[in-house]
Each structure stands twice: as structure tokens, then as C-alpha cells.
């Protein structure tokens, strides 16, 4: 089995996020050191970053509720209460929803008829009814 330990002493070896993280780890280390603050968990982070979106109204309820209500390592529930988005950029993202369905459509439907014309030759018994449209010949 390999081992797959990063104890290695050459930082530059480290793939980029395990250095961003390490990096990361050292600031914040050094930031609690320097304010005398307890540890904080990454989802309590998360919850005070999401603070500084709040209206400076409901900024010192939210960091109570975060501080008082919300058990260690999780994040405190949200409401989103209004959503302030442009018609037309709503619109716009839909119809590109719209038009990227549309190949995957033809995809699906592709491999429907697929399984079904193999189906239909591996278990011909499984066909109950069939449908056959005919036209007339014309008579001269």
C-alpha cells in the first residue's frame, strides 16, 4: 500500500489547495494567538461571514443567535427573505437553461429507442401491441 503522508520538507512539493490550507491554518493560528480568542470551527467562520451580509440593523441579533442558539460546528439555520434579482436576467438564465435541455433531450431519447429496438430483438415477447399506420395506394 503507498503511503500517502504529506510530512515532506519542501513546501513547494505540496499540491496548491494542501498549501492554501496549511497557509490558512498558520493565519489563523497566529490570529488567535494575537487576540487570545478560543479555536473556532470552519462552519462557525462561515457563520460570521454570512453575518457581514446582514443589515447593520440585525447584525448584533445574528451574531447573539450564532453565539447563543446554534450548537458547536454547525452553522446557524437562514431565511432568505427577499431576493433582489433583474427580470430579464432571470429570464435569460432560463431560456439558456431551456436551450442546454435540449441536446440532452435528444440524448434521452436516443437511448430510449435504443434500449427499446434492443429489447424488442432479445425478448420478442414482451411486445403486446403494436401499431402499424398504412396509407392506401392510390388507383389510376
Do not use: C, N
Not at 127 to 132: A, F
Amino acid at each position: 500500500m503507498t503511503d500517502t503522508s504529506y510530512t515532506s520538507g519542501g513546501d513547494d512539493d505540496m499540491p496548491r489547495t494542501v498549501r492554501q490550507q496549511k497557509e490558512a491554518r498558520a493565519r489563523d493560528q497566529m490570529a488567535r494567538e494575537i487576540l487570545g480568542t478560543p479555536r473556532s470551527s470552519p462552519s462557525g467562520a462561515r457563520a460570521s461571514a454570512s453575518s457581514s451580509f446582514v443589515g447593520q440593523g440585525d447584525a448584533g441579533r445574528r451574531s447573539d443567535f450564532a453565539t447563543s442558539q446554534s450548537p458547536p460546528g454547525e452553522v446557524p439555520p437562514a431565511t432568505v427573505t427577499r431576493l433582489e434579482l433583474p427580470f430579464l436576467h432571470l429570464a435569460g438564465f432560463f431560456l439558456k437553461a431551456v436551450l442546454a435541455a435540449i441536446p440532452a433531450l435528444l440524448l434521452l431519447t436516443a437511448i430510449l429507442w435504443g434500449g427499446g429496438q434492443l429489447a424488442k430483438t432479445y425478448f420478442p415477447s414482451l411486445v403486446q401491441m403494436k401499431i402499424d399506420i398504412t396509407f392506401p395506394q392510390k388507383t389510376r
